[in-house]
């Protein structure tokens, strides 16, 4: 019998034939199923041809993509096979970082959406604070190399060639630093002096308070933003609003508590959304905890974001007093436990939502594979189990966008092949793939190398959450520290692999 071909990601239904065969798969007779699952098709390599049936037009561009990877491995004489595929999840989506320090040329843009297009994701977003061109705001992105009106309406257009949704991304609540550290927006910042953590570290403000002049300033952001984009499925972020009642909102949350608070200024961002035929997402950390209050925003044109971006890890592994930094960042143990930690409050209420682990490259340098990989799983184990109609992969480029883009492809392929198809690509053998269809590298190292220093985070004997030590060595690391103790062998290991793999890079 037949070698089966190197497939990404792997089908859901493969039954090998005996033998090769010539035919043409120019020839291809191709035919509408309706009864197919939404995104499905059907391939046969017979000894009288090729057939391809198939449920709507993505299913056919994947049909025809797998053909094209056969044929590709096989030459002149492909193999006879029959394949059954459709996705798990409707939406499969990546989310990349353009706001911290990294903003892509459409070169590296166009080079992603190809990407994108042979992993089998359907969904783009570009995270954005400050780094688009607005017309009355130059003071914020001067600096930035931000997008531009025209950059954005060429990257829909790429996008919509391959089947691809870009959706827009604007932060609308947290994380409105590079916004508020200038004089003309300081009046809307719940701080505007900055704040202080529990434990004593300043912070500059980060959040709009919330109120009527900051929602007005929020819309007059979409206006200009929304017109770049075909679609009307935009994210307006709303994550890590830390600093909430800390400031000119304290008295309203002492009064009603900050979820309602919250809650209130993230429906008044929903509904001027709404009434522009918006569906609108956005991420649910902060009422993962509150059922009570997620039942109350509309179904209908609404989305929360469940994200995580640790493997699941027993809170016993962790020393209390670490545990306790990481509660006033929302960071509890049952948060520890993955995404079943995440998703409850949505599930249960009916709210439609999906699951958003991350390739772990942020803090990092060389990513944090295996955090990754288990991360990736996990999501779509309790993704699937409870309901989620997306999967997205996020990117974030967190103290300035150290890590480049090779460190994210090898989670980034892994994670798409779990969205496509948790039953089939969940022992997937990672170098090969990436060596093969990432890279094209006959000489099978660039995949081995990147799983190596994808795994050096974890031998230097420190723990650092939500990134590397060995980033934090540079002192570009995360907020929340390491803990553990550095052993002289484990960094020697590093420094040897390090070695190891600038030789085989350079093979």
């Known amino acids: 019998m037949s070698e089966p071909p190197l497939l990404l990601p792997a089908p859901r239904e493969l039954a090998l034939g005996g033998e090769r065969v010539a035919v043409d798969p120019a020839a291809a007779r191709v035919r509408h199923d309706a009864g197919l699952p939404v995104q499905g098709y059907r391939l046969e390599i017979a000894t009288d041809g090729v057939r391809i049936e198939h449920a709507d037009p993505a299913g056919l561009r994947y049909a025809q993509a797998t053909l094209a990877q056969i044929v590709d491995q096989s030459g002149a004489r492909l193999p006879t096979l029959r394949i059954r595929d459709w996705p798990d999840f409707p939406v499969r989506g990546y989310m990349l970082d353009v706001s911290r320090d990294r903003v892509p040329t459409r070169e590296t843009l166009e080079r992603m959406v190809g990407l994108l297009d ?270 989620a109609s997306g999967f997205m992969i996020t990117d974030w480029g967190d103290n300035g966008h150290l890590q480049p883009l090779s460190v994210s492809l090898p989670p980034l392929a892994f994670g798409a092949a779990q969205a496509w198809c948790r039953a089939t690509n969940q022992a997937l053998e990672l170098a090969p793939l990436v060596d093969h269809f990432l890279f094209g590298d006959a000489a099978s190292e660039l995949g081995a190398a990147l799983e190596a220093l994808g795994s050096l985070y974890a031998r230097t004997g420190l723990l650092t959450p939500n990134g590397s030590p060995l980033q934090s060595a540079l002192g570009a690391g995360g907020r929340l520290g390491s803990f553990g103790e550095a052993s002289e062998a484990g960094v020697g290991e590093v420094l040897a692999t390090l070695d190891d793999a600038e030789r085989a890079i350079a093979r």
Request: aromatic share 10%; with cysteine.
């Open 118 to 387: 042979l992993l089998r994701l359907n969904h783009l977003e570009l995270y954005t604070e400050h780094t688009f061109a607005y017309r009355d705001h130059e003071r914020v992105w001067r600096d930035a190399s931000p997008l531009t009106s025209d950059d954005l309406r060429w990257l829909d257009e790429r996008c919509r060639e391959r089947g691809i949704e870009l959706s827009a991304n604007q932060q609308s609540f947290g994380h409105m630093e590079r916004w508020l550290a200038h004089e003309p927006y300081r009046h809307l910042a719940e701080t505007p002096d900055g704040w202080q953590t529990d434990d004593g570290r300043r912070m500059p403000p980060g959040v709009l308070t919330p109120g009527a002049e900051s929602l007005d300033f929020v819309a007059s952001l979409w206006r200009e933003v929304l017109p770049n984009f075909t679609s009307r499925r935009v994210n307006v972020g709303c994550d890590e609003t830390w600093e909430l009642g800390r400031g000119r909102s304290r008295a309203a949350v002492e009064a009603r508590g900050r979820a309602r608070v919250y809650l209130e200024f993230l429906v008044g961002i929903l509904e001027m959304l709404h009434a522009q035929g918006c569906e609108v997402l956005f991420w649910g950390d902060i009422l993962r905890s509150h059922g009570e209050l997620v039942s109350e925003l509309p179904r209908d044109g609404t989305v929360a974001l469940a994200w995580h971006y640790e493997a699941p890890v027993e809170p016993d592994a962790i020393p209390p007093a670490f545990l306790e930094r990481l509660a006033e960042f929302g960071v509890t143990p049952r948060v520890l436990a993955g995404f079943a930690g995440q998703v409850g409050a949505f599930a249960e209420s009916g709210l439609p939502f999906w699951v958003c682990p991350g390739t772990s490259g942020w803090n990092s340098l060389l990513g944090r594979l295996p955090n990754a990989l288990g991360n990736l799983s996990d999501a779509a184990n309790v993704g699937l189990e409870r309901g």
